[in-house]
């Protein structure tokens, strides 16, 4: 009977690749890939070209230290603002989306489902000028807060999933427990339930964060004097006045700076949820 392949006794016997070797086989094609297609476009570009219009370094230095002091401040602030407020109102709107009584949970869902579905920039152009003037309503800190509390809105709706669903993941028997000693509903949501639902749901809520730091650029549509403007706001008004593409690129830096740190804190924080699963 011929021997299979792979089979001594045919005398063409081929040695099996074990499963591991194969993976670090076919990671180290795509690493090497990856390197060449690098290599590619970083020698096949017109350096001469690209660096004065994107890398100036003389540009970049007159940039400093007011796109620090000033736009990565305000970047900062509005993003604290906008992710408390989220915070808070998304609270709110998750309670009232997991309470018995219908007309709440119908008012919560109906403005979740709205503002998940609208645009982000539609809600800020709306409430930084179509509500001011339709109900004839000055916002606390003119065009920039009525923007801001666009932000919070549209915040808020996806904050209140992630924390409905942080609340529903806490064991029954928690609840359960907390009744059984005296505690009343209110209480016990307060001191047992949502401090366990918060825990659990501290990498999406990081996550949210680090979406609202990018969603304030969206605030550049209502106009900002010049010492409310934020990272996008500062570079575009650079690039107006410096023809190139450099401050744009120091603003996308600082922004990799702010971000980065969180997304790494996302990634440590579900490892630790997971070990401690």
């Known amino acids: 009977m011929p021997g299979r392949a ?3 006794a045919d005398g063409r016997y081929i040695p099996r690749v074990k499963r591991s070797t194969r993976r670090y086989l076919v990671q180290g094609t795509l690493y090497v890939v990856f390197v060449l297609v690098v290599l590619f476009v970083v020698l096949s570009a017109d350096w001469e070209r690209i660096q004065p219009y994107f890398f100036n370094p ?35 709107l998750a309670l009232m989306k997991l309470s018995p009584v219908l ?21 800020i152009f709306a409430f930084a000028f179509a509500v001011p003037i339709a109900l004839e309503w000055r916002p606390p800190g003119g065009s920039t807060g009525a923007g801001l509390i666009g932000l919070i809105i549209v915040s ?9 669903a942080g609340i529903e993941a806490v064991p029954k028997g928690q609840t359960e427990a907390a009744r059984s000693l005296g505690l009343n509903p ?3 949501m307060i001191t047992v339930v949502l401090p366990q639902a918060f825990r659990i749901i501290t990498p999406p809520l990081t996550n949210e964060l680090v979406i609202i730091i990018k969603d304030t650029s969206l605030l550049f549509i209502v106009g900002m004097a010049l010492d409310q403007r934020e990272l996008t706001t500062f570079a575009r008004d650079a690039l107006s006045s410096t023809a190139s593409a450099t401050p744009l690129v120091v603003a996308a830096l600082l922004y990799l700076v702010i971000t980065l740190p969180l997304t790494q804190l996302v990634a440590k924080l579900e490892r630790h949820n997971k070990r401690g699963r």
């Open 58 to 92: 003389e540009i970049a230095a007159s940039l400093f230290p007011d796109i620090v002091l000033t736009a990565a401040k305000n970047t900062v602030i509005y993003t604290l603002i906008a992710f408390v407020g989220g915070v808070l109102l998304g609270l709110v």
């Open 103 to 123: 007309p709440y949970r119908w008012l919560a869902t109906g403005f979740i489902e709205l503002f998940r579905g609208l645009p982000a920039l539609l809600v």
């Open 186 to 188: 209110l209480w016990t």
């Open 6 to 8: 792979g089979d001594p």
């Open 156 to 164: 808020s709706a996806y904050i209140a999933e992630t924390i409905r």
